[in-house]
C-alpha cells in the first residue's frame, strides 16, 4: 500500500519561509515523478512544482525564483522549500507521485495546510 505523508506546514508571516517534506511509503519512488500541489479556499487544485526521476524541474509562473523542490531517492522523500511567502500562497498543499510500471498509476498524499499573514 503507497502512502504519502506531507509534513512542515504552518502559520508563517508574509515574507517567511517554510519547508514542506513529502515522505514515501511502498512505492518505487526512485523511477517517479514527483510534485507538489495546491488548492486555496474556493479554488481549483493547481500545480505548484514538479521534478522527474532524471531531476527536471517545473514551477508554475507564480512561484518561480521563490519556491524549490527537491528529492532525496534514498529517503524516498520530496521538498519543497518555499521562501518569500505571500498571503496569496495561502492554500493546502498536497504532494504527489506518479509514474508507470506496467500500468500507469499515481498517488495523493492527504495535505498539509499552510497559512500566510500579511
Known amino acids: 500500500q503507497v502512502q504519502l505523508v506531507e509534513s512542515g506546514g504552518g502559520l508563517v508571516q508574509a515574507g517567511g519561509s517554510l519547508r514542506l517534506s513529502c515522505a514515501a511509503s511502498?512505492?518505487?519512488?526512485?523511477?517517479?515523478?514527483m510534485g507538489w500541489y495546491r488548492q486555496a479556499p474556493g479554488k481549483q487544485r493547481e500545480l505548484v512544482a514538479t521534478?522527474?526521476?532524471?531531476?527536471?524541474?517545473n514551477y508554475a509562473d507564480s512561484v518561480k525564483g521563490r519556491f524549490t523542490i527537491s528529492r532525496d531517492n534514498a529517503k524516498k522523500t520530496v521538498y519543497l522549500q518555499m521562501n518569500s511567502l505571500k498571503p496569496e500562497d495561502t492554500a493546502v498543499y498536497y504532494c504527489?507521485?506518479?509514474?508507470?510500471?506496467?500500468?500507469?498509476?499515481?498517488?495523493w498524499g492527504q495535505g498539509t495546510q499552510v497559512t500566510v499573514s500579511s
Open positions: 504527489n507521485e506518479r509514474g508507470f510500471y506496467n500500468y500507469a498509476y499515481e498517488y
Open positions: 511502498g512505492s518505487i519512488f526512485s523511477i517517479d515523478a
Open positions: 521534478i522527474t526521476s532524471g531531476y527536471v524541474t
